[in-house]
């Protein structure tokens, strides 16, 4: 979905023609004395790191924890993740750059990731990506993706706000994210999909108006509109 | 918690729920309210009064299958891993990333001590000492009520040390994956877990011999494993009654696309799909049909939305008899107002993007499937395009350590197959809104052969050329 992006010689592979550095040491594990890592940090890392009988298997919490300290995974950050659970940088950079949500490069501080698989896009997600992006694209803090199946095709065309799913949407509800976000309010609570009750009490009006479930305590959303199956 | 009641057999299908009885029931995330529904008994009952064979037999005379896609019975899954008294694991697949599909995230969110309560079971019934449940990153919520209740499970020693006295030990964490479709495939998983990038093994060794660690692993769906309580509460014999004979049990259902009320939908194995679409999710919007119809996510093969496919039973055998299959459970839907071309293309790139790379049938298969779509799109495809697609669609199919090539190949191969017409019609529709005027459908060879190598033989297309 995303282009690819190329280097000036044509190539997505940066310097495939350049021979190695032989020169260079080969680079090791980071090393502790002369590698700072925050003492929270640190104890978070080692907290996951004592769930498993290996220590990579900590990879993704511990890239997880420093993205969330760093904003990204940094060089300086994976590096730390490193010193902390004595593996190599580059094995770390191997695994961040596979998944989707560990981001190797800066990124907005708000994670807005607008579902365009197929479920969503039979029902306007794809208006909605393009909603979202004139609603907060030119925004450096917000971090816009169109993202394969978030696995909430319920309340399609949805989006998750930094972790917290949000649907259906329609263009006006793209704006309210991104003024509910800068106000540092909770994205669109009446839409949030902890208010959503089980998919047989709703008809195809809408949820009934009494009985409303809240699955998580939270302010209780008011209205009939709130699940709007819309009735295309 | 189960509320089966005999007087109920005769009722109509969709009214036995098991996983979902009470499920909107406030705070039934909460230990409380769960222990107030009977929660926990079935795991008391497991460790104090039944041996772990015998907690097996149940689960293998149940006939329950696994739930993830691939339909494999779970109890025979469970009976593979060797006895002994090797470290053996139990990982609760989580990371629910077929397209379509949204069943666990309601049943996890709402119901996890159902899942820790199955899962303390399964474990036992196998020996495992170590579990975790791999939860898609995305699912945040979901991975902190999870998180929530394992606290509370915890603290009231049902997760733990010499659980309820017995000499049954479990270790249970929730480890959260970080978006990758891949991660949901179960050797792909193990090595995500192991925290490496997420790349399918070659099997065998499966991993009831050889899965995490090296060790004995038993991987099963979260909806798989919430059953366990609710077999052990019936019976084996009397939960396998639900169904049909080869399909036991209920399933829930996402049911999501073009239909009304989008949703997850509890129903006993062999409902009629027709029930499903159009009683349960309320059928195509208002003044549109059924076109076509994924009955197991993604990744199933398209159905059309003939009578006589809305007619099928919706279990895993008729599915599969009518060349689809049940898959995940999740029905999308879509109507005659959607182009196929774009669904088809849609569902390519999907794949395009997940594949790990690792085989290249499915690195470049997917790939060049997208390029060709994207060609039909704009118009610059010819109909033999479609003969290449099927024949790429064809050879990636099998030839991958894992199901992710076929998971493509299967709906855009069906879709050519259903839909040819479809996409000749948009590929001639196109190239004339270019001018690039019309392909000759006529002379294009649709043979079993088509594509280069016939291109490379007899030269058809030249006498074609004059005949014009």
């Known amino acids: ?232 | 918690m189960t509320s089966v009641a005999a007087g109920q057999a005769g009722a109509q299908p969709d009214q036995i729920q098991i996983l979902f009885h009470e499920i909107d029931r406030p705070g039934l995330a909460s230990l409380d309210v769960y222990r107030d529904l009977g929660g926990y008994a079935m795991l008391k009952r497991a460790l104090t009064e039944m041996t772990p064979e015998a907690v097996l037999a149940e689960l293998q005379a149940s006939g329950v299958r696994g739930r993830g896609g691939a339909g494999f019975a779970m109890g025979k899954k469970a009976s593979f891993l060797p006895k002994g008294d090797m470290d053996k694991y139990l990982v609760c697949n989580a990371d629910e990333s077929e397209p379509g599909t949204f069943k666990d995230r309601e049943l996890m969110q709402k119901t996890p001590h159902t899942l820790i309560e199955g899962l303390a079971i399964s474990a036992y019934a196998v020996g495992a000492n170590r579990a975790y449940i791999y939860i898609r990153g995305e699912y945040a919520l979901q991975a902190d009520v999870l998180e929530d209740a394992l606290i509370e499970a915890k603290a009231a020693g049902y997760v733990g040390e010499r659980i309820f006295g017995s000499d049954f030990s479990l270790e249970l964490w929730v480890h959260r994956g970080a978006g990758a479709y891949i991660c949901g495939e179960e050797t792909a998983l193990l090595d995500s877990l192991e925290g490496k990038r997420g790349n399918p093994r070659l099997k065998p060794p499966f991993p009831a011999i050889n899965g995490l660690y090296g060790g004995p692993t038993l991987i099963n769906n979260v909806e798989t494993l919430m059953n366990a309580p609710h077999i052990l509460k019936m019976g084996g014999a009397e939960f396998a009654k639900i169904g049909t004979e080869t399909s036991t049990g209920t399933k829930v259902v996402s049911v999501s696309g073009c239909v009304r009320r989008p949703g997850n939908y509890e129903v006993v194995l062999g409902t009629p799909s027709r029930h499903i679409i159009e009683g349960l999710a309320g059928g195509a919007p208002e003044g549109r049909s059924i076109k076509a119809w994924f009955p197991g996510g993604s990744s199933a093969p398209v159905l059309p939305g003939t009578d006589e496919m809305l007619d099928l039973p919706y279990d895993f055998d008729s599915l599969a008899k009518a060349g689809s299959m049940l898959g995940s459970g999740a029905i999308i839907v879509i109507d005659d107002s959607i182009p196929i071309v774009d669904v088809a293309l849609k569902t390519a790139k999907f794949y395009r993007h997940e594949s790990c790379g690792k085989c290249t049938p499915c690195r470049e298969g997917t790939n060049w499937t997208v390029k060709m779509l994207e060609r039909v799109e704009t118009g610059e495809a010819t109909p033999m395009d479609l003969d290449i697609m099927a024949s790429v669609c064809e050879q990636m199919m099998g030839n991958c350590l894992c199901v992710l090539a076929d998971a493509m190949a299967m709906p855009i191969g069906s879709m050519i197959k259903h839909f040819r017409e479809e996409f000749e019609a948009h590929i001639e529709a196109a190239r004339e809104r270019n001018g690039l005027g019309i392909a000759m459908p006529d002379t294009v060879n649709r043979g079993a052969h088509a594509g280069p190598e016939d291109l490379l033989g007899e030269p058809a297309y030249a006498g074609a050329a004059e005949a014009h």
Not at chain 1, 14 to 29: F, H, I, R
């Open chain 1, 1 to 232: 979905m995303a282009t690819v992006r190329r280097f000036e010689h044509g190539s997505r592979v940066p310097g495939w023609d350049e021979a190695a550095d032989l020169t260079k040491d080969p680079a090791v594990v980071p090393d502790p004395a002369s590698t700072p890592v925050p003492e929270d940090l640190r104890y978070e890392i080692e907290a996951y790191v004592a769930r498993y009988p290996d220590v990579r298997s900590a990879s993704i919490p511990a890239l997880f924890a420093v993205q969330r300290w760093h904003g990204w995974c940094s060089p300086t950050a994976i590096e730390q993740a490193a010193c902390v659970m004595r593996l190599t940088p580059a094995y770390l950079t191997s695994v961040a750059t596979f998944y989707d949500m560990l981001e190797t490069e800066p990124k907005g501080e708000h994670d807005v990731y607008v579902c365009t698989n197929i479920s969503c896009s039979l029902r306007g997600g794809d208006q909605v990506y393009e909603a979202m992006l004139s609603a907060g694209g030119d925004d450096p803090s917000f971090n816009i993706r169109s993202f394969e199946c978030l696995g909430a095709c319920d309340i399609a065309p949805m989006a998750s706000v930094n972790g917290i799913y949000v649907g259906p949407l329609d263009e006006d509800d793209c704006r309210t994210i991104v003024e509910d976000l800068k106000a540092g309010r909770t994205p669109l609570d009446a839409k949030q999909i902890r208010h959503r009750p089980q998919a047989t009490s709703l008809t195809a009006e809408g949820p009934p108006a009494v009985d409303r479930v809240d699955v998580a305590s939270g302010p209780s959303a008011s209205g009939n509109d709130t699940f709007g199956n819309k009735d295309m």
